[in-house]
């Protein structure tokens, strides 16, 4: 009677068919705790064709069955009010706890039920019980017609309602899913049946994730798998999804790349771009960067990034195009290095002729290319030279110097703010294309990392009050140097505000306790949770943050070389 009720990816529909009806569905996701540590149950699916779930792993469950409404009679310890709360349901709830409870029966034999004086059911009479699971799953055998005839009652009080997830639009099938999180009853083992189930396994979720790509699991068993591992005990995770007030709905979002088709959920890199780019979730988007492949973010807005994916680049660096308009010009934001390949991208993804060429800040994976872009289009180069030389395109003068406050005409009418942003770099500027609600923040803001602050060119105190002004302008969109287009710029820049502050107090501490201290001694204690590779480059913020500390009278540096904290150091020489 199960019909898998999991997110897939799907070819991509030769037509744009009528979007089918949401089925509703429940699962259950089990555990058990062993010596070794905290297991769940993984059921592989039989090998079916045309069915999304063949051969890969998944919680047990299925679609709820209209005879699943007669189990509320079989139920103690919730009612249907209770369950339809909980769930955010004006009624109905408990057929979901009826239907995670059936499905799992009949696929693997465990049921969830006490007997009418509220022991656990015999082996004797759960025996006879599982006779029945190939009529219960065929639909000649009702769950309530079940417990009525051998005097058991269902137990839905020890499922824990832990996630909801709805299929992607453009799927053939859709379910409104809804999962559960419960222990294994004490004394049950389970038998597959053979039917939808091919095999059982106990992982423990960090071995499911590892070896995710064989067992194909599927984005929600994906998530809720890693939600478990960070839990640690299946105590924790049972205590944790009890104590949930409120369970949002998880509706991934349909986008294509190197795995094909796939849903991609809100917490992944590319989900707020996919928002904007696929309102009508088409699933015409991409969940990847790819260089010299031009993306249209909205009406007169593209992005081409280049070739120069690292560590510090993350993808690559984005070069933007902003125009249009009666003349068809258009305007380049970063340009990018200097890559003829790159700026050959740009030229072929322009609509129309480039008359203006923006530079954020002059380190060398930004503006060198607006040389070669200028030679080859005659376009007008806006920025501000380098105030330092290290690490620096000192070659980059523009043609026109800007400063905080200045508005540029663009070749299609609109206006382009700059917005001076110091602290990574000293000549640092945003751009705000306010007709947009768009900032393109070059490195001001990145997305995934935060960026280094590099001392003497960058400053902490500088950047924390530039972040400040830049979350003040309140744009709806931020579109930054590396990475997707982000959405709530004034959460995202909270966030980076709170992760440096939390840094600097880690910074005091580490002062506090290994101090006096070489920048080379405080970098793996402050940086503990970085891997070493990154120590190097992490080195250069802890610099900023000293210096922040020292402009603050927390810190100060001695003669030789070595940081303690002001008003502990002393005290300890006393």
Known sequence: MSDRPEASPAPAPTHAPDRPSLRMAASLVVLRERASGMEVLLLRRAVRANDFSSDAYVFPGGVVDATDRLGHAACHGIDDATAS???RLPEGGLDYYVAAIRECFEETSVLFADDVIGT????????????????????KLDIASLCQSFGVRLTPQRLHYLSHWVTPQALPKRFDTRFFLAMLPEGQQVEVDRIETAAHRWMRPQYALTHADQLRLLPPTRKLLQWLESMGTAKQAIATAAAQREVPRIQPRLAHGKRGRWPITPDEPAWAELTLIDPQEAGTGSYEIVP????????GVLRVAAPNPGMMTGPGTNTYLVGGGPDNAW???DPGPDDAAHIDAILRASPGLIRQIFVTH?????????????????????????????????????DVALSDGDVVTLPDARVLRPIHTPGHAANHLCYALDDAGLVFTGDHVMQGSTVVINPPDGHMATYLASLEKLSALAPRWLAPGHGFVMDHPAQRIARLIAHRLAREASTLAALEKVGPASLETLTPVVYADVPAAHHGVAQRSLRAHLEKLAEDGRAARSEDGLWHRIGTHEEGRR
Do not use: N
């Not at 019980?129 to 219960?136: H, I, K, N, T, V």
């Not at 010299?292 to 009406?299: F, I, N, S």
């Open 292 to 299: 010299g492949c031009a993306v249209t973010l909205m009406p």
């Open 331 to 333: 305007a380049v934001i």
């Open 120 to 139: 656990p059911v015999d082996e004797r009479r759960l025996g006879a019980m599982r006779a029945q699971r190939e009529a219960l799953h065929d639909g």
């Open 85 to 87: 709360q909980r769930l």
């Open 362 to 398: 002059t380190h060398r994976d930004h503006s060198p290319g607006a040389r070669l872009l200028k030679a080859k289009t005659g376009a007008t180069t806006y920025g501000m030279r380098a105030r330092h030389d290290e690490g620096q395109d000192t070659a980059f003068v523009p």
